[in-house]
T-cell receptor, first 113, second 114 residues
Framework: GDSVTQMEGPVTLSEEAFLTINCTYT??????LFWYVQYPGEGLQLLLK???ADDKGSNKGFEATYRKETTSFHLEKGSVQVSDSAVYFCALSDENSNYQLIWGAGTKLIIKP | DTGVSQNPRHKITKRGQNVTFRCDPISEHNRLYWYRQTLGQGPEFLTYFQNEAQLEKSRLLSDRFSAERPKGSFSTLEIQRTEQGDSAMYLCASSYLSRADTQYFGPGTRLTVL
C-alpha cells in the first residue's frame, strides 16, 4: 500500500539556518502531497500542498516540490526562526484510497536563538 | 468559518469505561474523517463519512469503536470498554467533497486510560 517516509528527528538548527526535511513516498496512483505542521499544544495545520508532478507548494517561506522521478517532496526554508519550532508531517492522499491521509512519522524541528 | 472543533479536549477515564468524543466540522463540508495519533507517530486513519454515510473503516478499528454522523453534521466517536492501549490523541478533519484532498483538522481530543 501507499506509504510515506520522512527523516527522523529531532532536527536542531540555529536561527537563520537553511532547513531541509526529507520526505519520500510510495504510491500506486497519482497522489497529492502535503506538509502539515503541529505547534506545541496545538492541532495539525496544513502548511503547503502539491497536487501533481513538478508542482511547488509554498507558504510562510517554506517550499516543497513534487518530484515524481525521485518520489520525493522535501520541505525547505531558507532562513528559519525560533517560531518555526514544531513537528512537521509529510503526508499523501490518493483518490484510490478515498483521500484518507497517509502520514510520515513526523520530524521535530528545534530552532535555537 | 469557525474551523473544526472537538470536545472534550482532554478525557481521563478508567479502563473498562465507555467514552464518547464529538467533532463539529466546518459547515458545509461533506466529508469527515477520524484519525488516531499516538505519541511520536503520525496519525492513522480510523474511519470517514460522506454526509451521514460511513463509507470506510480501517481494519485496525476494533469492534469496540463506533462512529456516527447523524444528519451529516457533527460526528461522535465512541469507545466501549476502554483499554490502556486506546490512550492517544483522536483527531477529526473535514473537507469538501469536491476538494477531498484538502482536509482541515480540529485540535484533537487527548484520551488517557488509567
Amino acid at each position: 500500500g501507499d506509504s510515506v517516509t520522512q527523516m527522523e528527528g529531532p532536527v536542531t538548527l540555529s536561527e537563520e539556518a537553511f532547513l531541509t526535511i526529507n520526505c519520500t513516498y510510495t504510491a500506486t496512483g497519482y497522489p497529492s502531497l502535503f506538509w502539515y505542521v503541529q505547534y506545541p499544544g496545538e492541532g495539525l495545520q496544513l502548511l503547503l500542498k502539491a497536487t501533481k508532478a513538478d508542482d511547488k507548494g509554498s507558504n510562510k517561506g517554506f517550499e516543497a516540490t513534487y518530484r515524481k522521478e525521485t518520489t520525493s517532496f522535501h520541505l525547505e526554508k531558507g532562513s528559519v526562526q525560533v517560531s518555526d519550532s514544531a513537528v512537521y508531517f509529510c503526508a499523501l492522499s490518493d483518490e484510490n484510497s478515498n483521500y484518507q491521509l497517509i502520514w510520515g512519522a513526523g520530524t521535530k524541528l528545534i530552532i535555537k536563538p | 468559518d469557525t474551523g473544526v472543533s472537538q470536545n472534550p479536549r482532554h478525557k481521563i477515564t478508567k479502563r473498562g469505561q465507555n467514552v464518547t468524543f464529538r467533532c463539529d466540522p466546518i459547515s458545509e463540508h461533506n466529508r469527515l474523517y477520524w484519525y488516531r495519533q499516538t505519541l511520536g507517530q503520525g496519525p492513522e486513519f480510523l474511519t470517514y463519512f460522506q454526509n451521514e454515510a460511513q463509507l470506510e473503516k480501517s481494519r485496525l478499528l476494533s469492534d469496540r469503536f463506533s462512529a456516527e454522523r447523524p444528519k451529516g453534521s457533527f460526528s461522535t466517536l465512541e469507545i466501549q470498554r476502554t483499554e490502556q492501549g486506546d490512550s492517544a490523541m483522536y483527531l477529526c478533519a473535514s473537507s469538501y467533497l469536491s476538494r477531498a484532498d484538502t482536509q482541515y483538522f480540529g485540535p484533537g481530543t487527548r484520551l488517557t486510560v488509567l
